[in-house]
């Protein structure tokens, strides 16, 4: 039994036959069997603009480092004149060249054929004729060419030293690796793997921003997310590819330090959209001494017994380090706050407050005070105070990693 006479037995009136063909034509597109170079889009009736179905559909298939897009085919049924129905599978094909163009594909080819015979004609028209048809191309000689003999490299770099990764992609607007971003990336697992002594920070920046960013280095919350969660996605992979979370970092800097600025081309653009990583102190708690009022810092290697405020064995030589800083560095004056996961959504949204988990944070912050005060610290220059879970840096937790970045002591300074 083919589509058009299912739809004509299980829906007689016609209003419910578009309503049903308007919800449902947008997603027949996946259910059709793929070839291997192309893309079948279908639509409701006199409709010509991309879904975001559709758009996802093309944003996860295609990708213009990996991909060459051939021509765009578009077609009609037989409702409606000869010339509306020409008219409209134009239509169709320009909506699509305009959505792959910003995908940065370029020169598309585009061939309107109008509507497709039928043998057999109802008056709701042939769904399966309504669509656009992408033809592209595989470049498989990418993978071949892509070279990463440059990270080497970093084994050779100091302190402060940055390198940009060369081979790392992310899908439009989102955090999502292109897949063969995945084999420089494990390329660098192997290298800092091989020198454990190397410690890194991954830094976000990304294109398009306004002139004002850069003058008044404010980056736009858009902005700022977005090289937020880049760096994070690789900060994450790096330690699912076994490389200890005390070895990295991760900061995003929205369009704050663009390499090309103004842009005047999509070159320019694609310099600008990218992930550096730069060689750091294995002892970055030294980071505290170069700090300004108000900035604060996240004590990474502080951890407590599950449930608990007593300190594990790791933790006391990063207390030692802090120790030594604060020494040096007499005027320095720090609050350290203690940090919770896993708290309910309206604590982190300010509408209760959880006892348990305030004083849970507040201990533990209480625990780095006493224990910088016994070595020697003047207690009036370190302050403690536990937040819960109102301060969370990932909300909703969506995972352990989620978690673990919540489950936190930080130092802010108060005076220096």
């Not at 007689?12 to 036959?17: E, I, K, Q, V």
């Not at 280095?217 to 200890?244: C, P």
């Not at 030589?317 to 007499?330: A, D, G, R, S, T």
Request: with cysteine.
């Amino acid at each position: 039994m083919n589509l058009q006479t299912l739809f004509t037995i299980l829906v007689p009136n016609l209003s419910t036959m578009r309503f049903i063909l308007l919800v449902l034509l947008p997603l027949l597109c996946f259910s059709q069997k793929k070839e291997n170079d192309s893309i079948q889009l279908y639509y409701p009736t006199n409709s010509y603009q991309l879904s975001t179905i559709q758009k996802k559909h093309i944003q996860e298939t295609l990708n213009y480092k990996t991909h060459t897009v051939l021509k765009i085919k578009g077609y009609a049924d037989y409702i409606g004149t000869s010339s509306y129905n020409k008219k409209l599978s134009e239509r169709r094909c320009n909506a699509t060249s305009s959505f792959l163009k910003t995908l940065h594909f370029k020169s598309i080819k585009t061939i309107a054929y109008g509507e497709l015979s039928s043998t057999q004609k109802t008056s709701n028209g042939n769904p399966k004729h309504r669509k656009v048809c992408i033809l592209f191309s595989k470049n498989n000689s990418l993978q071949k060419n892509l070279s990463y003999s440059y990270l080497s490299e970093i084994k050779n770099y100091k302190y402060g030293e940055q390198i940009r990764l060369k081979n790392i992609h992310f899908k439009l607007a989102t955090d999502t690796l292109i897949q063969n971003s995945k084999a420089e990336l494990n390329q660098l697992a192997t290298i800092l793997k091989e020198k454990p002594s190397i410690h890194i920070q991954i830094e976000g920046h990304v294109c398009c921003g306004m002139e004002k960013e850069v003058d008044t280095q404010k980056t736009t919350y858009e902005n700022q997310w977005l090289s937020d969660i880049r760096a994070t996605k690789i900060y994450n992979y790096l330690i699912v590819q076994g490389i200890e979370a005390k070895r990295l970092s991760k900061i995003g800097y929205g369009f704050l330090k663009p390499l090309k600025y103004p842009e005047e081309t999509e070159a320019d653009r694609q310099k600008n959209r990218r992930i550096e990583i730069r060689i750091v102190n294995p002892n970055y708690i030294s980071k505290i001494a170069e700090l300004k009022k108000g900035d604060r810092i996240v004590l990474k290697n502080i951890n407590f017994e599950y449930g608990q405020y007593r300190l594990t064995s790791e933790s006391f030589e990063e207390i030692e380090n802090i120790y030594q800083v604060l020494k040096n560095n007499p005027k320095i004056i720090l609050a350290i706050e203690g940090h919770v996961c896993c708290g309910k959504n309206e604590e982190a949204l300010g509408k209760i407050k959880s006892h348990y988990n305030t004083r849970l944070s507040n201990n533990r912050a209480k625990a780095v005070r006493e224990e910088l005060v016994r070595k020697g610290i003047d207690e009036n220059r370190i302050f403690a105070k536990g937040f819960g879970f109102s301060r969370p840096l990932y909300f909703p937790e969506t995972s352990d990693a989620d978690k673990q970045e919540n489950r936190r002591i930080e130092a802010l300074i108060l005076a220096r």
